[in-house]
């Protein structure tokens, strides 16, 4: 059975396409074959229109698997147009190509590639024949090939042309090429059609719930057929909760929509903590044998936002602990990877996070797949931009000819993610201050209910003067989402009566990672507005302690203490979860990625990661900061985070410097401590028991590289990844905080380095290399399968009398 959400699901390379279509036409086990369609490519930057020709010579191309980035390859420059607010990476034009063959059983097929992503202004052709663009780099789309293919031994032929010369294309890093997942999908000439599916739960409790589903049935042939449909709904262990059965009939060349109600009895609720999922299970039989098989995901629950009480998931009110997330996994660039999107959402689930917004584009498939999987909340994005443009060559270019068909594609391929709760049709739209916006709002709102009716439609706006807000004032959205603004929260009910509301973005506050500038009450703040100059660091760099912001935003302390203080406020989503590429303010280059993350742009938490924890997880949490290695007598301002406890005695070589507890709605308490070498403690008590305690020590010289490698084993299928964190330590096994060492690296067996970082936001050196210096102590290396099956050693090493790291992973 195959699942038609999950992007990968038989990793197969060209050479295997044949073999794979002649087994399963021969054997009849498969109705529906989805290949993988990744592996073995042709690519090469520049224009070369010759390449759809089936005589073109791609000898001096570079071959390569998907997905790809062609942008992360390539070195920074401030004189790249895309500059560094684009993350100063190149972009141009780039090609694909790649040839493969079919059986003959293949002959009466239907067969279609399915693109998840291309950046951007993609165009396709198969054998010569022109199957048409897609100018939005963020949108997933289909293409029929049957009537253009070969079969036997003759070749086809495939070529995709990438443009994205025209920059800035967005106002932050796109990478280039095709970013996400591509597949071959062959079916019977009677089947599912793409995105096929509708499945929707009007009525969920713990004692029943009603399913609602509508199956689209395609008829690819010249004949009348009669079919059996049978409908199954498939719990966790693969049994049948619900089941029906009906006998069709379609006409030739022919599209039938077939609805079907269920009834299921004591459902598995999908909630954030316990995201029980089921799934239905179409198949399609012809006489006795089985033309297709398709599935859909599901999950039972039910969800309501309230204009006094906020949100609530399955009748238990709840505030949504949200991040926004951009596109990129870091030095993968956009690359659409499986492993690192999981990293990602563990990382920020560990955080206690609970909901993400997908900022502000449509996401991969794998993440909404993850999401269902892990228990997030997501607000599903679909536009930052309208007719009116923000940068000179985003998507306001194709808005007029492409909007309607983009947003469809969006509903229809997202919309039975049980997951998905929100859809925002845009973020912070200009339209919004003018009458503009009450018709185009009305029209998006309009076509998103027409294909989903389930989950209210909102946008992220700026304007919170209803007067001056013409997408309020269209009256379309079911849920506001307003961007920063906490300092008017509690104006809000009287503003807009009655209107249930999301704090759809917030926070903007700066950070880098490890580096701490003191004293802490001696802040500055971003310039006062657009054009000042920031009072900043000469070395790029923001303290980590939360006490710097943007103009528009606030620290995440101040953000928080407002959002949770109102019923009303459904929940944060904080700008942002991770650090991204591109939009590196306030910062001019060589700073080329944001300093708005709570986690750097290798995956590190910073210190406010903490905070969150302690706030938003269930985890008994006690944290210090700053590291403990200073000069000798210099004041340094010592904060911790802490959770279920009463109060923190903080210890200095022993010796006890006071108890201190958080008063009215502090997040955290401090200390001012004269430095003095050694070990600094902290301990927690409830009722006079300790809760946790916590060491920092100070290190000393440099003895040995630490790797600390996310994963003990990975799987030898050439997407696989693991992340290996490394730092230096001393002879006593310290870590060194402020070590900046050039560490290079050496890898053998089934893996190759496919992405170097250290989250400095305004490092130069490249993300595809064998080396990396160290930042604030640590810096990360990923390894990728490289198909071979042998168990993997990484080796680093570095100058002076300092002993090797190693880590050895399995090779499954």
């Known amino acids: 059975m195959v699942k038609e959400h999950k992007s990968v699901l038989r990793k197969i390379g060209t050479a295997a396409v044949l073999l794979f279509l002649v087994a399963c036409a021969s054997t009849k086990k498969e109705s529906r074959i989805i290949a993988d369609f990744n592996p073995d490519w042709n690519f090469k930057l520049g224009d070369h229109p010759t390449a759809i020709q089936a005589d073109f010579d791609a000898n001096d191309w570079r071959t390569l698997d998907l997905p790809h980035d062609w942008s992360i390859e390539g070195t920074f420059s401030k004189d790249y147009p895309t500059k560094p607010k684009q993350g100063a990476l190149p972009a141009g034009i780039g090609w694909y190509r790649k040839s493969f063959t079919l059986p003959e059983s293949a002959k009466n097929k239907s067969i279609a590639i399915e693109f998840d992503g291309v950046f951007c202004n993609s165009e396709v052709w198969i054998n010569g024949h022109y199957l048409g663009k897609r100018p939005f780099g963020y949108i997933s789309f289909s293409y029929d090939l049957t009537k253009y293919l070969n079969f036997g031994n003759q070749k086809n032929h495939i070529a995709v042309k990438v443009d994205n010369d025209a920059q800035p294309s967005s106002r932050w890093y796109t990478g280039s090429g095709i970013y996400r ?14 995105w096929g599916t509708v499945v929707t739960t009007p009525k969920v409790s713990a004692e029943k719930a009603t399913v609602d589903y509508t199956v689209s049935i395609q008829n690819d042939s010249d004949l009348q057929k009669e079919f059996k449909v049978i409908t199954d709904i498939l719990d966790a262990n693969n049994r049948s909760v619900a089941r029906l059965e009906a006998t069709e009939q379609i006409g030739a060349n022919a599209l039938l929509e077939k609805g079907q109600k269920f009834e299921v009895q004591n459902p598995k609720l999908w909630d954030t903590k316990n995201p029980n999922l089921y799934k239905v299970v179409t198949k399609i039989y012809e006489k006795s044998t089985l033309v297709d098989d398709y599935e859909t995901p599901l999950g039972f629950r039910y969800f309501a936002f309230d204009a006094e009480k906020g949100f609530s998931l399955n009748g238990v009110p709840m505030k949504i602990y949200g991040v926004c997330l951009h596109h990129d996994n870091g030095a993968l660039g956009a690359v659409a990877n499986y492993h690192a999107i999981k990293r990602k959402l563990t990382i920020m689930k560990e955080m206690g996070v609970n909901a993400v917004r997908m900022a502000h584009n449509p996401p991969s498939l794998e993440m909404l797949q993850l999401c269902d999987e892990m228990g997030f909340i997501v607000q599903d994005e679909v536009f930052d931009v309208w007719k009116k443009k923000k940068v000179t060559h985003d998507y306001n270019k194709y808005w007029d000819e492409w909007y309607k068909r983009d947003l469809e594609d969006f509903i229809k391929r997202d919309r039975n993610h049980p997951s998905v709760m929100m859809w925002s049709i845009g973020n912070e739209i200009r339209e919004q201050f003018d009458s503009t916006g009450i018709s185009i709002t009305k029209e998006l709102a309009q076509i998103v209910k027409s294909l989903d009716k389930t989950r209210p439609v909102t946008s992220a706006l700026t304007e919170n003067v209803p007067e001056k807000n013409f997408i309020y004032q269209s009256g379309a959205l079911d849920l506001l989402g307003f961007n920063y603004k906490h300092t008017d929260y509690g104006t809000f009910p009287e503003r807009f009566k009655g209107q249930k509301i999301i704090a759809s973005e917030s926070v903007s506050a700066l950070q880098t990672r490890g580096h701490y500038d003191m004293p802490t009450d001696s802040i500055r703040m971003w310039p006062k507005k657009y054009g000042e100059d920031f009072d900043g660091n000469a070395d790029w760099t923001v303290t980590a302690f939360d006490n710097i912001a943007s103009f528009w935003g606030t620290t995440h302390e101040e953000n928080w203490k407002a959002a949770k203080k109102y019923d009303f406020i459904a929940g944060t989503f904080v700008w942002t979860g991770f650090d991204y590429i591109g939009e590196p303010d306030p910062y001019p280059y060589p700073a080329r990625s944001s300093y ?46 802490y959770n279920h406890a009463d109060e923190v005695e903080l210890f200095l070589n022993g010796k006890s410097l006071g108890s201190k507890a958080k008063k009215g709605d502090e997040l955290h308490i401090a200390w001012k401590v004269p430095f003095e070498a050694g070990t600094l403690k902290a301990i927690s008590r409830k009722a006079g028991k300790i809760v946790k305690e916590t060491e920092i020590h100070t290190a000393g010289e440099a003895a040995k590289i630490d790797l600390k490698s996310d994963k003990t084993s990975i799987k030898n299928d050439g997407y696989d990844l693991a992340y290996i964190t490394v730092s230096l330590l001393d002879k006593d096994g310290n870590p060194l905080p402020t070590a900046d060492n050039l560490i290079n690296f050496k890898v053998s067996g089934g893996a190759k380095i496919v992405g170097v970082d250290n989250g400095y936001q305004a490092s130069l050196e490249p993300f595809k290399a064998d080396y990396r210096k160290l930042y604030n102590g640590k810096c990360v290396v990923i390894l990728q399968s490289n198909k071979k099956a042998e168990n993997i050693t990484l080796e680093a090493t570095t100058a002076g009398n300092i002993s090797l790291g190693t880590v050895n992973i399995k090779v499954e």
């Open 181 to 194: 997942n591509v597949r071959l999908v062959t079916t019977n000439k009677l089947h599912v059609a793409h």
């Open 596 to 641: 708005f993350g709570i986690v750097d742009l290798a995956g590190l938490p910073k210190d406010v990661y903490y905070m969150y924890q302690s706030e938003w997880s269930e985890k008994d949490v006690l944290h210090l900061l700053p590291h403990w290695n200073w000069t000798q007598g210099k004041l340094i301002d010592v904060w911790a985070y």
